[in-house]
């Protein structure tokens, strides 16, 4: 199985700041269809998760553009830029291109 | 779009439970689904996927256990749980991928 190791396990940031999660595979992402599914989700508080963002840097709808998404091959990287309060929870990068689908172990963002 | 899971509760070890997840404001028919767990305190955890067509998949902790299943003329997602094992309680989730339902809890407990 794909392993997905994601750092930092957690994250404390003023309002305003912004931070980076990383997450790095234990193999190439990269699909035979040449396409990356890399995602990152949000679990707020209490919530079911929600995804943000897939093929590691396609913003799903209503998602606002201070979340960003980057990297290739085995390692990516979420970015979030002036972090604002709704942003706190667990990320989780998951990906989709070998089965089993794997996740990360999550990163929880705390507000300062 | 609206995903909503049931059929969760509190079990014996060994025995079964079947969950069910209602699908509605999509063509059901046209998208693959997931189940993905979350036992209590625990990050995330796939479970199952089912394709458009009914082909399957499963992570190696359910292989043999618990089977996925669905009935488009019902837009109803299905997954049954059989022997199951302590380690099975957690919150279990349907997805579409972009999109999560509540998610209900399993038990499992003498």
């Known amino acids: 199985d794909v392993v997905m190791t994601q750092t930092p396990p957690s994250l404390s940031v003023a309002i305003g700041q912004s931070v980076s999660i990383s997450c790095k595979s234990s193999?190439?992402?990269?699909?035979?269809?040449?396409?990356?599914?890399l995602n990152w989700l949000l679990q707020s508080p209490g919530r079911s998760p929600k995804r943000l963002i897939y093929q590691v840097s396609k913003l799903d709808s209503g998602v606002p553009d201070r979340f960003s998404g980057s990297g290739s091959e085995k390692d990516f990287t979420l970015k979030i830029s002036r972090v604002e309060a709704e942003d706190l929870g667990v990320y989780y990068c998951?990906?989709?291109?070998?089965?089993?689908?794997?996740f990360g172990s999550g990163t929880k963002l705390e507000i300062k | 779009v609206q995903l909503v899971e049931s059929g969760g509760g509190l079990v014996q070890p060994g025995k079964s439970l079947k969950l069910s997840c209602s699908a509605s404001?999509?063509?059901?028919?046209?998208?693959?689904m997931h189940w993905i767990r979350q036992a209590p305190g625990k990050g995330l955890d796939w479970v199952a996927y089912i394709s458009s067509s009914s082909g399957t998949v499963y992570a190696d902790a359910v292989k043999g256990r618990f089977t996925i299943s669905r009935d488009n003329a019902k837009n109803t997602l299905y997954l049954q749980l059989n022997s199951l094992k302590s380690e099975d309680t957690a919150i279990y989730y349907c997805?579409?991928?972009?999109?999560w339902g509540q998610g209900v809890m399993v038990t499992v407990s003498s």
């Open positions: 404001g999509f063509t059901f028919s046209s998208y693959g």
């Open positions: 193999q190439s992402l990269v699909a035979s269809d040449k396409n990356t599914y």
């Open positions: 997805a579409r991928g972009d999109r």
């Open positions: 998951l990906q989709g291109t070998h089965l089993p689908f794997t």
